[in-house]
C-alpha cells in the first residue's frame, strides 16, 4: 500500500468476497499484484444467498478447487451424484432422471450453503493477500467510484476515505452499486431477472442419508415444475446438504409481478406438497427463510463487462447461466474473477494496465463464458416463440386430444428430450416448458402421491422474525419515489418478506383519504428487508446497500 495525494493506493482493489471476488483476488495475489479486498457483510457470505449448487465445469478456464485446492473437503456440503426432474399435475407426478443433463461438461458438482463457504474462502483470501501487502476488510461499504478528470482510478467508501487503484473488480453482486455508478447496470427490465426465495431446513446427516436413499457422501438434487405454481413462470429445488436441505423457488420477475403472486406462498406450496412428506417427515423445522434476485445471463449478460479500470464479474456483470431446468452461476463468477485477474496481470505485464478491461472481455469470449451466458440458439428461439399468439398457439395443441396423444406416444422418450444440453440452452422463456407442457406430462403420464404432507411452514412474520437483522435507524436504505400503487404497488407483491395484505414487511399496501377522495397508496414499514432489491427493478423506488455491516446478516446463505 502507497498513499498518492491523501488517498491509499493499492494495485487492485476487489470489491465482493463471493466467490467471484475470491477467485479474482486469489489470482491477483498469486501473481503478486498488490490486492485489498472490501467486504460489506459483518463477515464474508453473511450477506449471501444462492440456490445452493456449484459446478466445476470441464470445459471452464477455471474452477474454484483450481484456486483454492482444499475447498471441496472443507467448505462445501455434498457432492449432488443424482439428479432428478418431477412433472406435476395436482397429485399426478411424472420424474424424469436428468442426471445426464446435469453431468454434462461436469467435473464435479456440490451443494453449499455461502455463509459456510464463503467465510471459509475469505480466511485464504486474507492470508494470500496480505503476503501481497493487501488484505481483505468486511464491515465496509463501498458506494461508488472514485474518478478524476473523468476517469475511473479507485472506489469510495462509507467507513473509509476513498482507495485509489490501478484496476477495481466489481463483485459486489447482483445489486452492485458499482456496475451502476458506472453506467453499466440499469433496473428498468423486469423480464431480465429471476427471484428466488429459499429456506433452509435443518435434518440430521443420518436422516438425509436414509430418506434420500444415500450414502454419507452422496448427494440429490430434485427439480420441480408444472401447476404447483399455477401460471407463474418458473420452478422449484430441493438439494441435500450435509445436515440440511435447501427448497426453494425460482421464478421470472415479470411474471410473478403480472400473476401478482406472492413469493412466500409459492414456496409453502412446494414445502405441503404430497411429493416432499415422505422426504421431510412430521419433524419440520426451517432454519432460515432467504431471497435473492437473479440476473438471467441470456438477456442481462453484458457483452462489454468494463468501463476504464472497472472489471465486473458474476452477479455484477449479469453472469448467471439458465440452462433449462439447471441453474449456473457461482462457476461462472470464479471463471470471470480469475480471468479479470489474468488480463489485469497481461495488460500490466506489457505496460498498458488500463487494457485490462478489452483484454477481460476478449478472455470471456476466448474461452466460451460469453457462449454459454448468451447461447446463440435461444437469439433464435426467443425471436420466434415468445409471442403471447405463439405461446397460445402452442399451449392449444399441447392441450389438445393430439397433443396429448403425441405425449403419450413419446413417453420415455422425453425424458432423453429432457436431458439434451442444447434443448436445455434453448428453450423459450415463456409458460409452455415451464407450466403447460410438464401439466401435461404429469397428467397424461404421471401416477398418482398418496403421501399426506404433515409441513406446516412457519409465517412470513416468524420468518422475517427468525432473520438476524441490524436496522440502520435514520439511514433508509429503501426511498419511495411514487407512492401511488401504480407506481409502487408491484413491491408489494413481488417483495419477498411483504405480501399482500401483511403488514410487517418492507412494504403495504393501503387505503387513504386524500381530498375527499380514496386514494390506494404503498407505504414503507421499518421491518427488515432481506437486500433482494426487488423493488428497485418492478417498482418507482431508490434503493441502495445499507452501511457496512448493516441489515440483514444470513446465518445459511
Known amino acids: 500500500m502507497t498513499e498518492t495525494d491523501d488517498y491509499e493506493h493499492y494495485e487492485a482493489v476487489v470489491v465482493g468476497a463471493g466467490p467471484g471476488g475470491a477467485a479474482a483476488a486469489a489470482a491477483l ?7 485489498l479486498v472490501l467486504e460489506r457483510g459483518v463477515e464474508a457470505g453473511s450477506k449471501n444467498v444462492s440456490g445452493g449448487l456449484l459446478y466445476g465445469e470441464e470445459s471452464a478456464p477455471y474452477t474454484l478447487d483450481d484456486l483454492f485446492p482444499d475447498v471441496r473437503e472443507a467448505a462445501t456440503e455434498r457432492p449432488v451424484t443424482e439428479y432428478y426432474l418431477h412433472n406435476v399435475a395436482g397429485r399426478q407426478v411424472e420424474t424424469f432422471d436428468i442426471t445426464d443433463l446435469h453431468e454434462h461438461d461436469t467435473e464435479w458438482s456440490d451443494a453449499v450453503l455461502r455463509r459456510h463457504m464463503d467465510s471459509w474462502l475469505a480466511e485464504r483470501v486474507h492470508e494470500r493477500t496480505r503476503e501481497t501487502g493487501g488484505g481483505l476488510l468486511t464491515d465496509v461499504r463501498v458506494n461508488g467510484l472514485l474518478e478524476e478528470n473523468g476517469e475511473i482510478v479507485g472506489v469510495t467508501c462509507d467507513e473509509l476515505d476513498p482507495i485509489r487503484a490501478d484496476v477495481v473488480v466489481a463483485a459486489d453482486g447482483v445489486n452492485s452499486e458499482l456496475a451502476r455508478d458506472a453506467g453499466l447496470m440499469d433496473w428498468e427490465e423486469p423480464e431480465e431477472w429471476f427471484q428466488g426465495v ?17 450414502d454419507p457422501d452422496e448427494g440429490v438434487a430434485h427439480l ?19 445436515g440440511s436441505l435447501s427448497i426453494g423457488t425460482v421464478f421470472h420477475l415479470d411474471s410473478l409481478v403480472a400473476e401478482e403472486a406472492e413469493p412466500h406462498e409459492l414456496l409453502d406450496a412446494l414445502l405441503t406438497h404430497p411429493l416432499l412428506a415422505d422426504w421431510l417427515g412430521d419433524d419440520y423445522e426451517e432454519l432460515e427463510y432467504g431471497a435473492k434476485l437473479v440476473p438471467d445471463s441470456k438477456k442481462a449478460a453484458h457483452p462489454s463487462p468494463h468501463e476504464g479500470r472497472l472489471l465486473l464479474v458474476g452477479d455484477a456483470a449479469g453472469q448467471m447461466q439458465a440452462q433449462g431446468p439447471i441453474i449456473k452461476g457461482m462457476n461462472h463468477a470464479v471463471s470471470a474473477g480469475a480471468l479479470a485477474a489474468e488480463a489485469y496481470v497481461e495488460a500490466k505485464g506489457r505496460g498498458n494496465p488500463k487494457s485490462a478491461g478489452k483484454r477481460y472481455e476478449r478472455r470471456l469470449c476466448d474461452e466460451g463464458v460469453m457462449d454459454k451466458l448468451r447461447p446463440s440458439g435461444y437469439r433464435v428461439t426467443s425471436a420466434l416463440g415468445e409471442h403471447d399468439a405463439v405461446t397460445g398457439l402452442v399451449d392449444g395443441v399441447l392441450t389438445s386430444f393430439a397433443g396429448r396423444a403425441a405425449v403419450r406416444a413419446l413417453g420415455g422418450r422425453l425424458e432423453a428430450l429432457y436431458g439434451s444440453p442444447y434443448l436445455a440452452s434453448i428453450v423459450p422463456d415463456t409458460r409452455t416448458p415451464y407450466v403447460t407442457l410438464p401439466t401435461v406430462i404429469a397428467e397424461e403420464l404421471g401416477a398418482h402421491v398418496t403421501s399426506e404432507s404433515s409441513v406446516e411452514p412457519p409465517s412470513l412474520a416468524d420468518r422475517i422474525g427468525d432473520l438476524t437483522y441490524d436496522t440502520d435507524i435514520g439511514n433508509p436504505h ?26 410487517g414487511g418492507c412494504y403495504r399496501s393501503e387505503t387513504v383519504q386524500r381530498n375527499g377522495d380514496e386514494e390506494r397508496v404503498v407505504s414503507l414499514d421499518t421491518q427488515p428487508c432481506v437486500e433482494c432489491g426487488t423493488c428497485a427493478v418492478v417498482a418507482d423506488t431508490e434503493w441502495e446497500h445499507p452501511r457496512g455491516g448493516k441489515g440483514v446478516e444470513f446465518e445459511q446463505g
Open 29 to 35: 495475489a498469486d501473481h503478486g499484484v498488490e490486492t
Open 198 to 214: 429459499k429456506a433452509v431446513v435443518d435434518m440430521d446427516p443420518d436422516v438425509v442419508n436414509e430418506r434420500f436413499d444415500l
Open 224 to 242: 420441480f415444475s408444472g401447476d404447483l405454481f399455477e401460471d407463474v413462470r418458473g420452478g422449484g429445488f430441493c438439494y441435500t446438504n450435509e
Open 478 to 503: 429503501i426511498e419511495l419515489r411514487d407512492a401511488s400503487y401504480e407506481a409502487s404497488g408491484a413491491a408489494v407483491t413481488a417483495c419477498p418478506v411483504s405480501a399482500e395484505d401483511f403488514g
